[in-house]
Every structure is written in structure tokens, then in C-alpha cells.
């Protein structure tokens, strides 16, 4: 059996908008109604919402067959938290919290196997289909995905040191927890953190990371997209994975990704190469 192919992993290297969901429910009836409406990715949060491992074991087999990513967020930045998430199924982490370097280089040894890592080795979990997948223990590191979360004044300033580490395959700037750091709790349409998270967007793109944010406003995502948007054809360009947590019409979230409006909202997503 091969190893899953990561395609929200390989998307983002590709400078490709993806858009996705954010499943708080804690619910594989929930998860197994979202997979197929139109989202690229769907994340399984255990930070913010009462999800176990056993919660997620059956929300990740709801979506799997799905047209979306599933996407887990650990509670913290912890080794245990992460090696078990991995080990039930997961590929594509978003570890929050992040404060500098030192903490992104730890949570990239938790993800990858000795020598390069700190990732316990199970012979028989979900993630090797429990053995079945050929030379899991020597391929699973290149089909892993690591999303960092910055959401604080202090880790902006860290901001390129952060997304410059090895392993890290994108940034979320976390809005919520940024403005009530900036002062505005509550508040992240404020224009400080408005204007510290487009700042944030502008410098990851100049070193072509990823980046990330949430919104539950449709006039945002697009300003936010538009936020990673090159000024010209010669400019460097990264992805922007656009989050949406509302009752978004099917027809809005599918006007962006149709061929019609590309020019608009995603040209720098398939025009351009990059090495993000």
C-alpha cells in the first residue's frame, strides 16, 4: 500500500489558494456532512473545542475519501499531543502558539522521525494503515505538513526567524489572540492588528512562506487574499489559505476558485513559481 499523498501539502508548495473550514463540532456526523462541500481542507480543532483522539480517530475516517484535507490542530506544542495525532492518521498539523524559533524547531522534531526528529515509532497505527503501507517509517516526514501559529506581538517580531526553520511549511497568523495582545480584545477588525496582520502577510511573502488567517466575513477573505497578491509579475509570491468558519454560499466560495475570476483573486496562485 503507498504512503497518502499530502495535497494541501503539495498545494501551498505550489503557491495554490486554498480555502477551507474550520469543524468545531466534535462530530464525525458533522465532519462527513462538510467533506464534500467544496472546501479544500477542513480542521479538526482539539485547542479550542473538547475533541479527544478518540473524537478525532472517527472525524478523520468520516472525511477520508472526502474532497477536503483534514487539517488537526494539537491543544499545544507538546511532543506527546503531536506524536499522537500523527500516529492515529494525521498528516497536516497547526500547532498554535509559537513564540519564536527554539519553540518552531521543536514542534518540527515532533513531527519527524529519529534522526531528524523526536517522533515516537508505533509499527502498527492508523497512519501506516496499521503496517500495511510500504516503508511508512522512512517516507511518512515528506508527506507531513507543519503549520505554525503567531498570534502575539512578541512572535511577530520573530516572525521571519520563526518561518525561516526547516520543516515549517506555513505561518497562521491567528487574529484573535493578536489584537487582544495589541490591546484590542475581541476587536481584530481594529485597524492595528488589521494592519500588523497584512504587514505579517507582506513579510512572508518576501521569503515565500505561506501564510494563513481566519475570518468568519466574506468582504475579509477577500481582502486577505488580496493581501498575498503580487504588485507585479516579477514579484516573489507565496499562498494565502483563506479560513472561513460561517454559512459561506456555496456559489461565493465557488466563484473563487472559477477559471472566470482568477484574474481577480488567485492569479498569483497558478501564474506564478515559487518556492514557498
Not at 209 to 220: D, M, Q, R, V
Request: proline share 6%; charged share 25%; net charge positive.
Amino acid at each position: 500500500m503507498d504512503l497518502p499523498r499530502n495535497s494541501f501539502k503539495h498545494a501551498i508548495a505550489a503557491g495554490k489558494l486554498q480555502i477551507g473550514l474550520w469543524c468545531s463540532l466534535c462530530s464525525n456526523i458533522a465532519a462527513d456532512i462538510v467533506r464534500d462541500s467544496g472546501f479544500d481542507w477542513l480542521l479538526l480543532d482539539t485547542e479550542h473545542s473538547p475533541n479527544e483522539i478518540p473524537d478525532l480517530v472517527g472525524q478523520l475516517q468520516a472525511v477520508s475519501g472526502g474532497a477536503a484535507t483534514p487539517i488537526v490542530r494539537p491543544a499545544w506544542n507538546d511532543i506527546v499531543l503531536i506524536k499522537r495525532c500523527l500516529d492515529i492518521g494525521t498528516q497536516t498539523l497547526l500547532v498554535p502558539y509559537v513564540q519564536n524559533a527554539e519553540e518552531a524547531k521543536r514542534a518540527v522534531e515532533a513531527v519527524r522521525y529519529p534522526p531528524r526528529g523526536v517522533r515516537g515509532v508505533a509499527v502498527a497505527s492508523r497512519a501506516s494503515r496499521y503496517g500495511r503501507v510500504t516503508d511508512y517509517l522512512k517516507k511518512a516526514d515528506s508527506e507531513i505538513c507543519l503549520l505554525v501559529q503567531v498570534e502575539t506581538r512578541s512572535a511577530l517580531e520573530q516572525l521571519e526567524a520563526i518561518a525561516s526553520v526547516d520543516g515549517v511549511d506555513g505561518v497562521f497568523i491567528g487574529p484573535s489572540d493578536l489584537s487582544a495582545s495589541l490591546g484590542h480584545i475581541g476587536n481584530p477588525a481594529h485597524p492595528e492588528p488589521q494592519k500588523a496582520m497584512q504587514d505579517a502577510v507582506t513579510r512572508l511573502k518576501k521569503i515565500g512562506k505561506p501564510a494563513g488567517i481566519l475570518t468568519g466575513n466574506e468582504e475579509e477573505i477577500r481582502r486577505y487574499i488580496s493581501w498575498a497578491t503580487p504588485s507585479s509579475r516579477s514579484a516573489p509570491t507565496s499562498a494565502c489559505w483563506a479560513r472561513a468558519r460561517t454559512r459561506w454560499p456555496r456559489n461565493s466560495r465557488a466563484e473563487l476558485h472559477d477559471p472566470s475570476s482568477r484574474e481577480l483573486v488567485i492569479l498569483c496562485w497558478n501564474r506564478f513559481a515559487t518556492s514557498s
